[in-house]
């Protein structure tokens, strides 16, 4: 696992060179501020926290500093509890001081399911009760569009058209760049031993002035959960 997670990697982008966690969003990190970036994940895993919780939080955050670092900036990153796509809501307003210059948009991770591995015994370690688990989740991004039509009251051009889509199309890209080129964590991590890959993307909206693109994500690894 030296080259990190390779699922796909014949289609997988060229990445930043794969360390910890710590080092290669330090890396990362803008010298001038785009808007806001989500605290990076710890080097050693916070006591108590799943395989799960760490991966979806871990994807979601490589998600968020890829966007801001590469031109597609977004006002907030979280994670959503929602039994469908989360709500669309506030996604041409920036309440965070970095939300200027235009800068708007959602970023968001969705829990979507947890299912055994069918091929795997029930308990890959029947001393800690740890399970192999495939669990699929939700990483996408909200949208300002014209909901009606211009500024000016006139019906939205096909240029604007074709531009928003277009945008959001460079937004999957910038998605699926962050989730595969996400590096592993440190050795001893509850997630080592994960391996995830992207298996499908597909637009949302428009809806009151929004419309997105959502990319779902599916791992497999052992559901562990760290140390108290």
Aim: overall charge negative.
């Amino acid at each position: 696992m030296s080259d990190g997670y390779t699922w796909g990697q014949d289609n997988a982008p060229t990445c930043t060179p794969r360390a910890t966690m710590r080092t290669v969003l330090a890396e990362l990190a803008p010298t001038t501020d785009p808007g806001p970036i989500p605290e990076t994940i710890p080097a050693q895993d916070p006591p108590g926290i799943s395989s799960c919780e760490l991966l979806i939080a871990t994807v979601l955050n490589c998600v968020c500093v890829e966007l801001n670092t590469k031109g597609r900036p977004v006002c907030s990153c979280a994670i959503r509890h929602a039994i469908q796509w989360p709500s669309m809501e506030g996604c041409c307003e920036c309440d965070s001081p970095g939300g200027v210059g235009g800068v708007h948009g959602q970023a968001w991770a969705r829990f979507q399911r947890i299912d055994a591995v069918p091929s795997s015994t029930a308990l890959a370690d029947d001393t800690s009760c740890d399970q192999s688990v495939q669990f699929v989740f939700d990483v996408g991004v909200h949208r300002c569009v014209p909901a009606f039509g211009d500024e000016n009251g006139g019906p939205v051009s096909p240029a604007t058209y074709t531009a928003d889509a277009l945008a959001l199309i460079n937004d999957e890209a910038h998605i699926r760049r962050g989730i595969l080129c996400c590096p592993e964590p440190g050795y001893g991590s509850v997630l080592t031993g994960w391996r995830w890959k992207v298996t499908q993307s597909l637009p949302l909206g428009p809806l009151g002035g929004c419309a997105g693109v959502v990319v779902t994500v599916t791992a497999t690894g052992v559901q562990r959960i760290g140390i108290q």
